[in-house]
Each structure stands twice: as structure tokens, then as C-alpha cells.
């Protein structure tokens, strides 16, 4: 099975550059499965019915977020819904939507880290009860943790290790090169890196970033649009009979 994870897309920029290249990587590369994160596509701020449905007709199988989910409140009956839309599955249980999908026998699974992030419940102790109370275990999970501690997105690689196929790690909007395979068959990258703007800061308009860090004034960070987009993603090669992945690599392509 070949799998393509995208890193977060940002805003117009990300969009454009997903719905650019993917359509052409799905017949170039005979992709599988595709999953996305989506949670910073609309205004680089939260996802929007709209936004999701743009990244859907693109080509992408399912949608993952983060801490920007509830930016957007149109979402949230989206969510709820049950749909290809995910929010972390380590949120509390009474919030909108759930944090995996089974589609076409691919168990996608959202967490969200806690370290410089915030203070959600364990994401680790979650995936633990979400293994557990599998009546059958599809043989291909894919799991988004969306974290800002390299330590903590590697300690999850190697806890899943031989348990899920793929552990990709999401928010940083920095491509990593550090694309592995565990000693039991997990798939391993600390970061996707981003779809959006080049000449920007992690996807932001560079003055506006530059104004909160020197100022220390508040500061609404605007999707940088001008020049360039980058689109950041890794292939898993995984074998759908054990589930264990064959090879990962990154696919990244420049636009304009």
C-alpha cells in the first residue's frame, strides 16, 4: 500500500498547492491512501466546511488537526458528523467530533502532544485505549501526533513501535530528515513540514512575526501569499498483509 501524509497546510497558499500537486503525485506514484492536516487551511487560523472540502476533492482521504480545530465554530457540525474530518483523540470525550476514522481498512488516528502545547489528557495512555478496545485490528493505522517537542513525537514512535504502521508528527511546519522504520515495522518521521508560502515564517506574513517577537505586543499573524509555495509530504511504502511499513521517504515539491 502507498501512502502519502501531507504536512499542515497554510491557508490560500496551502490549498492551492495541495490542490496543484496531489491530483498529479495520486497517478504518478499509484497512491493508496492520503491524509492531510488540515487545521491550519482556513486563514491559517482553523479549518471550514468549505476548506475541508477543498483539500477532499484534491484527492485527500482524510483530514487530520490540532490545536487550531476550534479556531473555526462552522466545523463543529462538520465533526460531528463522523465524517473524514478529525479532531485529536486525546481531547476531552465531550467535545466535537472523534480523533480516528476506518476508511477503506486504514485506521487514521489524530492525537495532539502535551509538551509546550497545553494540557490535554495522555495521548500515549489514549492510543493505549484505543488499541485495546479494538474488537478487530485493521492491519494499517497511521497515526498524526501534532506536537511541538521533537522528544515527545519520537517517544511516541517508539512506544507504537510493532502496534500501528506509521507515527508522522505534524505542527512545526518543518520538514524533517529523520524519515525511518523502527525495529518492529513502525514507520517514523518527526515532522511533515508545512503546504504554503516560502517566503514566510512557518507559513506567516515574515513582518508580522517579526513585530511579536521584537515588540512583544499581540499580533495577528497574517497567511504570507506572495512568491513561492512549498508542499511537504512522506511516502510510506507499508505492506497491507502485516501492516509493517517497507520504506518512507519524503516527497517535496516547489511551486512557482
Known amino acids: 500500500m502507498k501512502v502519502l501524509m501531507i504536512g499542515d497546510a497554510v491557508g490560500r497558499p496551502g490549498r492551492s498547492a495541495v490542490k496543484a500537486v496531489l491530483p498529479g503525485l495520486r497517478k504518478e506514484l499509484k497512491l493508496d491512501f492520503v491524509v492531510a492536516n488540515g487545521e491550519n487551511v482556513a486563514g491559517g487560523y482553523g479549518i471550514t466546511p468549505d476548506t475541508a472540502d477543498e483539500l477532499l476533492g484534491a484527492g485527500v482521504d482524510v483530514i487530520t ?26 481531547y476531552p470525550p465531550t467535545t466535537p467530533g472523534k480523533g480516528h476514522v476506518l476508511v477503506d481498512g486504514v485506521l487514521v488516528v489524530n492525537l495532539i502532544g502535551r509538551v509546550f502545547v497545553g494540557t490535554w489528557d495522555c495521548p500515549f495512555r489514549a492510543m493505549d485505549g484505543l488499541l485495546s478496545g479494538l474488537a478487530k485490528k485493521p492491519k494499517v493505522i ?16 517508539w512506544y507504537l513501535d510493532g502496534r500501528v504502521s ?22 517514523y518521521v ?18 508580522d512575526v517579526l513585530k511579536r517577537f521584537l515588540d ?14 512549498c508542499f511537504n509530504s512522506v511516502l510510506l511504502d507499508i505492506d497491507d498483509a502485516t501492516g509493517k511499513a517497507r520504506s518512507v521517504s519524503r516527497v517535496d515539491r516547489l511551486l512557482g
Open 65 to 90: 488537526t490540532g490545536n487550531h480545530i476550534w479556531d473555526k465554530e462552522e466545523i463543529f457540525p462538520v465533526l460531528d458528523q463522523g465524517g473524514r474530518v478529525l479532531r485529536p483523540m486525546n
Open 142 to 157: 497511521l497515526v498524526d501526533l501534532h506536537a511541538e517537542a521533537t522528544s515527545e513525537k519520537m517517544a511516541m514512535g
Open 166 to 187: 506509521a507515527v508522522v508528527g505534524t505542527h512545526t511546519h518543518v520538514p524533517t530528515a529523520d524519515g525511518r522504520i523502527f525495529p518492529k515495522g513502525t514507520a
Open 190 to 207: 518527526t515532522d511533515l513540514g508545512m503546504c504554503g508560502a516560502v517566503n514566510s515564517v512557518i507559513g506567516s506574513e515574515v513582518d
Open 216 to 229: 512583544q505586543m499581540p499580533q495577528r499573524l497574517r497567511v504570507a501569499g506572495k512568491g513561492p509555495a
